[in-house]
């Protein structure tokens, strides 16, 4: 049984194969059009003379039609040489009229009416122009397929390119976030604090997160939310009462899925740039709504009223994080999201509305 349906299977997948070959779809054309001008033959005479006489003529077609897409379109019209191009192409067309007319001829010279008929100007018009438009409509589809195929490749370097560029962005987050939370741990172990331990379990689950999970394109919801929750467990720990955290949270978070690492750069910098450095005290306010693939995400800190307005904004400030998390945006959800940024001289406020879809 198993050995059958892997033969099934086999079977099936030459048959993809073959289907989506470029000669299979020239086969399939050639014999569509074959049938049409059986369609179209009077069988008044003989049945067999007739499917020789339309295959001759599908014949014909093809010599002018592979002619112009693998000699003439590449040697003249991909090289912008047009008029030599069109000249070329009815000079083929006109050199082999006669060239059908006498085949045909040969075939019917037993008939002296229907030599008769291909003996006339009107037939040799007709073969010309139905030549003629045929190989026309060979250059419209090449036109159409090599642009197709520019667009796929473009595509595809685009698609390459952005993954290359996420990653490098995401390379240089993960040791920025390491740095620092290292850096709560270091506090933590000088204080002699009995929350180490937790501290380090946080961590733990922290590096799981940014090791294994970020590697990923795109994370449940509830786990970049839980590495947030972890992160501001350890800034609570390192800060102590000097900085009020408040992390508000309403709405389902689930498996709703996102990109790594979108919301920790802007908390991590109004802690870092926001109340560390410039105040004994102060306070960070943290909401995040969700409703389905939709959230708002609003952080707000206080600032110290030396620090100049703009600070915040500035590469000095926003560090690797902040511009990151923009160009991350910009790539990952064009037209799909907005940041309002609201720098006073007491306070600094981030408001990010993303849509997951």
């Known amino acids: 049984m198993n050995a059958m349906n892997d033969h099934k299977r086999s079977v099936s997948k030459l048959i993809r194969r073959f289907t989506r070959n470029e000669y299979f779809g020239h086969f399939v054309f050639w014999a569509l059009l074959y049938v049409l001008f059986l369609r179209l033959h009077d069988f008044t005479n003989s049945i067999p003379a007739g499917l020789i006489e339309e295959l001759l003529n599908i014949l014909f077609f093809a010599v002018i039609v592979y002619f112009n897409i693998l000699y003439l379109i590449p040697k003249y019209l991909k090289r912008h040489k047009v008029f030599q191009y069109v000249s070329l192409l009815v ?15 040969m075939w019917n010279g ?10 006339e100007l009107s037939v040799l018009q007709s073969f010309f122009l139905s030549s003629f438009f045929l190989a026309g409509a ?19 370097l685009e ?19 390491l740095f620092n939370t290292l850096n709560n741990l270091y506090a933590l172990t000088l204080k002699k604090s009995d929350e180490a331990p937790a501290t380090v379990l946080k961590l733990s689950e922290m590096m799981r997160y940014m090791l294994y999970e970020c590697n990923e394109d795109r994370v449940p919801l509830y786990k970049e939310v839980n590495y947030l929750k972890n992160y501001l467990e350890l800034e609570k720990l390192r800060q102590g009462e000097n900085i009020e955290i408040d992390f508000e949270l309403t709405g389902e978070v ?15 910098n109004s802690f870092k740039h926001g109340v560390s450095n410039h105040l004994s005290s102060g306070y960070i306010d943290i909401k995040m709504t969700v409703e389905n693939t939709q959230i708002k995400l609003d952080v707000e800190n206080s600032k110290a009223s030396s620090m100049p307005t703009g600070h915040l904004n500035g590469k000095k400030s926003g560090g690797i994080g902040l511009s990151n998390i923009k160009k991350r945006l910009s790539l990952l959800y ?18 990010l509305n993303l849509n997951l879809n």
């Open 254 to 268: 689930g498996n709703q899925m996102i990109a790594p690492l979108m919301f920790i750069p802007f908390i991590e």
């Open 138 to 156: 060979s250059t419209i589809y090449q036109i159409i397929n090599d642009w197709v195929i520019h667009q796929r490749e473009r595509q595809e």
């Open 159 to 177: 698609n390459r390119n952005l993954k290359s560029e996420l990653n490098f962005l995401k390379s240089q987050i993960n040791p920025h976030f």
């Open 110 to 119: 037993s008939d002296p009416d229907i030599s008769k008929a291909f003996s």
């Open 334 to 351: 064009p037209k799909s999201y907005s940041l309002d940024i609201d720098d006073q001289p007491n306070k600094y406020k981030i408001s």
């Open 91 to 105: 000079f083929s067309c006109l050199l082999i009229t006669p060239i059908k007319a006498v085949v045909f001829l």
